[in-house]
């Protein structure tokens, strides 16, 4: 009597593994002997940058507006720091609460609504 060998390979179908030839089960998806081994062509014509070539020089696109930011929030006025920045801050701060109670009314009453028996 003789064992006959079964070969297996995943079915990426099934998810499972399956019965194959063992032509099949050596070479698996992916691992094709024919892949070629150079690289490809390049995509785009102009070369990038390499960070030596680039220099040590930094361009900003306007002045440090940093320090007078920090002078702005570190003082000690009584302000909340999210209302510093002016009227844009106050509105945004309004509109978020308003909302933000709106809403959560408005899930009240949707829960409200919900909770009373149909009428049939």
């Known amino acids: 009597m003789t064992l006959e060998e079964m070969y297996y390979k995943f079915s990426g179908f099934t ?29 785009f014509a102009t070369p990038t940058k390499v960070v030596s070539e680039a220099g040590a020089t930094v361009e900003y696109l306007g002045a440090n507006r940093v320090p007078d930011l920090q002078r702005l929030f570190q003082t000690s006025d009584g ?9 844009p801050d106050r509105l945004l701060y309004r509109t978020t609460m ?3 109670v709106g809403g959560a009314l408005y899930c009240l009453v949707a829960l409200y609504i919900a909770a009373q028996p149909s009428n049939k």
């Open 79 to 87: 302000i909340p720091v999210h209302l510093k920045g002016g009227v």
């Open 15 to 43: 998810q499972k593994l399956t019965g194959s030839a063992p032509t099949a089960a050596y070479n698996p998806q992916g691992l094709r002997p024919g892949v070629p081994t150079e690289s490809p062509t390049m995509i």
């Open 98 to 100: 308003a909302l933000t």
